[in-house]
């Protein structure tokens, strides 16, 4: 029997195998939860309905995350499925491309800015307050995906990493806020991997390669990786955790010179 047996996860942000989402579920799933998904736009639902399958499940369900309606729907629709969700995962950022590269001040705008903290942080908050009456009384978990680059400067990471910065502090506000009702909340601050969103930033290779020579581990981590520590966090052996962020990046986070 695994960890997560009997648990209920909504995984949000799932675009692909090679998605850091698509290495937590496939985590999860081993250790037992039942999963459901949400697919971003029409485009997308094929493709996660098919991965969602390999998961054994059939829940799949639409929202954009810039859309409070879309996200309050999700857990009304899902409420015809379960009666209470154990886990939510956020696994959702954007900027601009245009913004991901070069200097910061000259490409930062306020629409991008404003854009990528309502995707990428402030989306997490709208999920925890559309599926709070669901996660009571469960020792329920929230877990969202961070990167270094919301504590250190990366370079033509820019925006995102003031939104990560965001993020983190979202992490800690609402596990204080949601701690008296038994609900925990961490994020995971992972390193590089190759994803479609990954793709965005300017150079992004020259940071894999970086990443990898400057690790302890002297390699870049996977998304199975990033998703047995998911699996963890989001598990009752991790009970007594909240409002942190594990570092799953080989390493490279406390190096300073090699």
């Known amino acids: 029997m695994g960890f997560l047996e009997n648990k209920n996860a909504l995984i949000v942000g799932v675009a ?41 499940s059939d829940i799949v369900l639409p929202c954009d995350v810039s859309n409070d309606e879309e996200i309050n729907q999700v857990f009304e629709k899902l409420d015809d499925y379960w009666d209470h969700v154990d886990i939510i995962v956020h696994s959702v950022a954007f900027a601009n491309k245009e913004e991901l590269e070069g200097d910061y001040l000259d490409n930062v705008t306020r629409e991008g800015f404003k854009m990528a903290q309502d995707i990428s942080s402030y989306s997490f908050s709208a999920l925890a307050k559309a599926g709070r009456n669901m996660m009571q009384g469960r020792n329920a978990s929230l877990l969202t995906l961070s990167y270094l680059g919301a504590v250190r400067t990366i370079p033509n990471y820019n925006v995102m990493g003031i939104a990560k910065a965001s993020l983190e502090a979202n992490v800690r506000y609402m596990a204080q806020c949601l701690g008296p009702e038994g609900i925990r909340v961490n994020a995971i601050s992972a390193g590089p991997i190759r994803t479609l969103a990954a793709a965005g930033i300017s150079d992004f290779r020259e940071m894999l390669k970086y990443s990898e020579n400057a690790s302890p581990l002297k390699r870049n981590v996977t998304i199975d990786e990033v998703g047995n520590v998911a699996a963890f966090l989001a598990s009752d052996l991790a009970s007594g955790m909240t409002g942190d962020v594990l570092y799953v990046d080989g390493g490279y986070h406390m190096v300073g010179m090699v």
């Open 16 to 56: 692909s195998t090679r998605s850091i989402a698509w290495g937590i579920a496939k985590a999860m799933q081993r250790e037992g939860a039942n999963l459901a998904f949400t697919a971003q736009n029409e485009k997308l639902t094929s493709r996660v309905e098919k991965l969602a399958s390999e998961c054994d």
